[in-house]
């Protein structure tokens, strides 16, 4: 019958579709490791001068960790990202990855798992 066919293209498609998401799961993992902040630290002596950049834009930032020290502009968060630090004047701006699934439930729809990805859909 109809439903009986149906109901077996559903079984398929559930029993299929958690695996698929292992492997997309496993593939985001690996390919957006770059989207991990990593904080590396650069001591500086008490005689060394913090304005080793001299003045830095607005939009700038001083960045200690090369050498010498030199001013660089400021992250701009991209889609479906959002803000977490200001850029100041001795660090860039943080951005963390927007969770669309937690922020909207139904972005996906009814019987289907949704599975952030960085950036906007």
Do not use: W
């Amino acid at each position: 019958s109809f439903q009986s066919l149906q109901e077996d293209i559903q079984n398929y498609f559930e029993t299929h579709l958690q695996g698929l998401q292992n492997q997309v799961r496993n593939h985001l993992q690996k390919s957006y490791s770059v989207h991990k902040v990593e904080v590396d630290a650069k001591v500086i002596s008490a005689g060394e001068s913090l304005l080793d950049c001299g003045l830095c834009e607005n939009d700038e930032f001083c960045n200690f960790q090369k050498t010498p020290s030199q001013c660089e502009k400021c992250t701009l968060c991209p889609a479906g990202f959002f803000q977490m630090a200001e850029c100041s004047a001795n660090s860039d701006r943080i951005c963390q990855d927007r969770d669309e699934c937690t922020e909207s439930p139904s972005i996906c729809g009814e019987r289907i798992k949704c599975l952030n990805t960085p950036g906007k859909l």
